[in-house]
């Protein structure tokens, strides 16, 4: 599904492409104009939101495992805050560029991560209070952010308002390959962690009983899953709902127990990318951010799965 949506997304706009043409240019055999368009053009923005997105749906479903709680996705938890907090400082206070913003993304989801763990871990584990203290954690941050917002000069503010609502336009082969090292290096090492994640899904005594050594399993865990955040912060800006609606729609398909990690990870590739292609898409002569189409569809799945919970009591 993701690569026909990523192949349907390079064929389409101002300049369409059938996809054979597509596939050829690829492979290279397409003419000079083809090829320009592709590789140039369209093929780094799409390989930007594939990355993102999976990065986004493995972080999801990873916190939704150690929390047990469908609603449990960084967006929700605060570290997408963290990481607009350190993208805001970084155009705010140091008036640096793309890569600046990039970094301070980074840094920011990684420090807010550490600083959520410190106060949410308790004997081994972190039970409800990730989610708490998270939840608390994303108030503050956004408070933090919209005084940093409220200090900005009009055209840095306009910037980290286009940044925070989370886009892909624009988007080149270094931000494909930024988040393609955090992808390509602390993915393997997440899926790693899904049948030790699958059993701790069962509590902490039987997962032990299982020889799962709990406390390494969930500290490495969270650390890979608040590195994939801000990775795909750092690249799209902090995109919305796709780390919340992939892993549950990754488990609704597969019918699989435990995290579904790989069947998120594509899912959210998917979604991310048909997402874009839809703002590109829906309002002839003007693009939608592509933040703003995952905050509707998935604010309405989110509505969806609430009231579903409700009233199975």
Request: charged share 10%.
């Amino acid at each position: 599904m993701a690569l026909a949506v990523a192949v349907y997304a390079v064929g389409s706009g101002d300049y369409p492409m059938s996809v054979p043409d597509v596939l050829r240019t690829l492979a290279g055999g397409g003419s000079a104009a083809d090829t320009f368009i592709v590789t140039e053009l369209r093929l780094p923005r799409v390989v930007t939101g594939l990355l993102a997105g999976a990065a986004l749906a493995l972080s999801g479903a990873v916190f939704q495992s150690l929390v047990r709680n469908p609603l449990g996705s960084p967006d929700v938890l605060g570290f997408t805050q963290g990481s607009a907090t350190g993208a805001l400082v970084a155009v705010v206070v140091a008036g640096g560029g793309a890569a600046a913003v990039a970094g301070g993304a980074v840094l920011g989801g990684i420090a807010t991560g550490a600083a959520i763990h410190l106060l949410a871990w308790r004997d081994g584990g972190y039970g409800h209070r990730l989610i708490l203290v998270g939840i608390g954690a994303a108030g503050v941050l956004t408070g933090v952010n919209n005084y940093l917002l409220t200090r900005a000069q009009i055209i840095d503010a306009a910037r980290a308002v286009l940044w925070l609502t989370g886009s892909l336009d624009g988007r080149g082969w270094g931000n494909a390959a930024a988040v393609a090292v955090a992808v390509g290096v602390v993915g393997p090492a997440v899926v790693a962690c899904g049948r030790p994640l699958r059993a701790l899904e069962l509590g902490d005594d039987p997962a032990r009983a299982l020889g799962v050594r709990v406390t390494a399993v969930r500290f490495a865990a969270l650390a890979g899953a608040v590195l994939l955040s801000a990775a795909a912060a750092a690249a799209a800006g902090p995109v919305a709902f796709v780390a919340l609606t992939a892993p549950q729609l990754a488990r609704r398909l597969t019918g699989a127990p435990g995290p579904n990690l790989v069947p998120s990870l594509c899912l959210g590739a998917a979604l991310l990318t048909a997402a874009d292609v839809v703002g590109q898409r829906a309002l002839p002569g003007h693009q939608v951010p592509v933040g703003v189409v995952t905050g509707l569809l998935g604010g309405g799945y989110l509505i969806w799965l609430l009231a579903r919970g409700r009233k199975r009591g």
